[in-house]
């Protein structure tokens, strides 16, 4: 009963776990005529996380950011299922994977387990939060669709309520004071974007307010953004100086409370912080079903803190029979834990199971082939074995099929790393042919602007997003 999983007893069956860039980017790519395919993920939509920090201020739409997974399912050769619902455990052994519909509406079926041949890993990470006491309960985070909406409401909340008549100065001044923690790409571009919404509409709308509203930027580390060159960390802080963003390096967030922040600050003091929203950005960790998975793939072969250990064809270390593949944030390989990673390592995975399908194809027909020979040989005596003719060509197609499952291992190709650091500027290291260029500025926010319109997965979220851009220009956010 019910809607069931494709199922072709003569293909194998390949399950993928997430609809994120990973996996977005390996279900575009692959030909699913010879596998029975199953996407199970707790979003039935990809988002486009670049655009997330535009989605917080207000200047891009929700939904111009997302891309519904059936949309790319649904134009494939052979039907692949969607099942909204979140992996909760893998039996690499037993090769299954159990999966829960952790949604707010539930049926009376919800938990389901089924069988894999091959099984591909890209759940994500989730924001790393060290156990800092009071994250959970009072920070705002930002990396799914959902923290970004929550991020509108609060910061409109925390204006319209320090505009409450007869609220005293220094409430008021907390009530302003916006406090993002992590000076990572996340931080500097949701701290940029939130200026700018501060700068070009909350000064028309709150103009006695809008004077009183601060943003801080606190970092743990001596400089903000580490992987930008040493130009652009300087042209970041200088951008942020003028546009009146504090930025406070060298300082850890020790506990976070519901008005304020408790910070060690660089001479080791501790300070208490006043602040009406706090912003954690504090970096990635591995989600408990990756974690979960690696304990029973044993320590000895998973011993990386970051996620999954792979090799270079992103073949999870311990996992019987080569049967699952890791990718994007939930892998731990050489790479950055960047769209741009998950995305290529997509691509490449969905090359290998193109060829995968081919070989298991042709071994299928071979073993017929085989099964019929030995067939005759019990049947009429004849033995392929003798026949110097008929054994070649089996040994040749043999090798062939052997030949098919060999792949090269995964490339990566850096394009280059860009961020928006608010004011219409934007800064970039990008790599051209072997050089690298460091670049800062207007020009470089156009550029920006125009690479991730390119990179958005269809016509519709390019469409959207552009109409939202240009509304914004026409009528503020
Ligand atoms: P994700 O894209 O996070 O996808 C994970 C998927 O797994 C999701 O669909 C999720 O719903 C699903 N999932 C979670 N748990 C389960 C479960 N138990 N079972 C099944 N499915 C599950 N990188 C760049 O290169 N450039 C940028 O400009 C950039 N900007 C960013 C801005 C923000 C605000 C953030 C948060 C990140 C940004 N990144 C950027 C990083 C980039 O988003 C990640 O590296 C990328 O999303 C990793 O892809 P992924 O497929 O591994 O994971
Ligand atoms: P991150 O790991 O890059 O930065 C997190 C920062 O938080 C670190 O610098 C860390 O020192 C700081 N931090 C952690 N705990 C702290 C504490 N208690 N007190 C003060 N500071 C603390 O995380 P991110 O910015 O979310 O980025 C995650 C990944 O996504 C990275 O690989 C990044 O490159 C990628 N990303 C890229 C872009 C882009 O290219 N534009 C945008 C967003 C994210």
Redesign the pocket.
């Known amino acids: 009963p019910g809607v069931q999983l494709p199922h072709d007893p003569s293909k194998k069956t390949l399950v993928i776990l997430g609809s994120g860039w990973g996996a977005t980017s390996l279900l575009k790519s692959i030909d699913t005529e010879a596998f029975n395919v199953t996407v199970i993920s707790p979003k039935n939509f990809f988002l486009f ?2 655009l997330l920090p535009s989605v917080a201020v207000g200047t891009v739409a929700g939904r111009s950011i997302i891309q519904p997974t059936r949309f790319i399912t649904r134009h494939k050769k052979r039907r692949v299922a969607v099942v909204e619902a979140e992996a909760e455990e893998i039996d690499p052994f037993a090769k299954t994977v159990t999966f829960t519909d952790t949604s707010a509406v539930k049926g009376e079926v919800a938990t389901k387990t089924i069988n894999y041949d091959y099984l591909v890993c890209a759940v994500g990470a989730e ?2 939060t ?1 156990n ?1 006491p009071g994250i959970q309960e009072h920070a705002v985070f ?1 990396k799914e669709l959902n923290d970004a909406i929550k991020f509108q409401d609060r910061v409109i909340d925390c204006i319209e309520t320090a505009a409450f008549p007869g609220q005293t100065e220094e409430e008021i001044r907390r009530l302003l004071h916006v406090v993002v ?9 949701v701290s940029g974007e939130l200026h700018d919404f501060l700068h070009d509409d909350l000064s028309n709308w709150y103009p006695e307010l809008a004077p009183k509203m601060r943003i801080t930027l ?4 001596p400089s ?1 953004l ?2 930008f060159s040493k130009e652009l960390i300087a042209y970041t802080e200088s951008t942020f100086k003028q546009e009146k963003i504090n930025i406070m390096t060298n ?4 506990e976070v409370r519901d008005k304020s922040v408790l ?1 060690r600050t660089p001479d080791g003091k501790d300070d208490e912080v006043p602040c009406g929203l706090l912003v954690w ?4 960790k591995p989600r408990k079903l990756t974690t979960d998975l690696m304990g029973k793939l044993g320590k000895e072969k998973q011993n990386n803190k970051r996620g999954l250990v792979a090799d270079d064809h992103l073949i999870v270390a311990g996992a019987p029979d080569n049967s699952i593949y890791a990718l994007g ?1 939930c892998a731990s390989t050489p790479y ?4 741009q990673v998950a995305s290529q390592q997509g691509a490449y995975l969905a090359r290998v199971f193109n060829k995968l399908g081919k070989r298991d194809l042709l071994a299928t027909e071979l073993d017929t082939v085989k099964g019929e020979l030995e067939k005759m040989k019990a049947e009429s005596g004849v033995d392929f074995e003798k026949d110097p003719e008929l054994k070649n060509k089996v040994t040749v197609a043999e090798r062939a099929v052997e030949d098919m499952g060999k792949v090269r291992p995964f490339h990566y190709s850096h394009q280059g ?4 650091i608010g004011s219409d500027k934007a800064i970039a290291d990008i790599n051209f042919w072997q050089r690298k260029f460091a670049s800062a500025g207007v020009m470089t926010y156009v550029f920006w602007r125009s690479a991730y319109l390119s990179t958005l997965f269809s016509l519709r979220n390019r469409t959207l997003v552009a109409t939202d851009w240009l509304k914004v220009k026409l009528f503020g956010r």
Not at 181 to 189: A, C, I, L, R
Not at 417 to 420: N, V
Request: cysteine-free; hydrophobic content about 45%; overall charge negative.
């Open positions: 996380t670049p924001t790393q060290f800092i930002m923690v992590g000076g990572g790409p996340t931080g500097v571009e606190i970092e743990a580390l903000v580490p992987m300082t850890m967030v020790k910070v950005a504090g970096g990635n944030d950055a834990p960047t769209a790393s860009l961020a928006y």
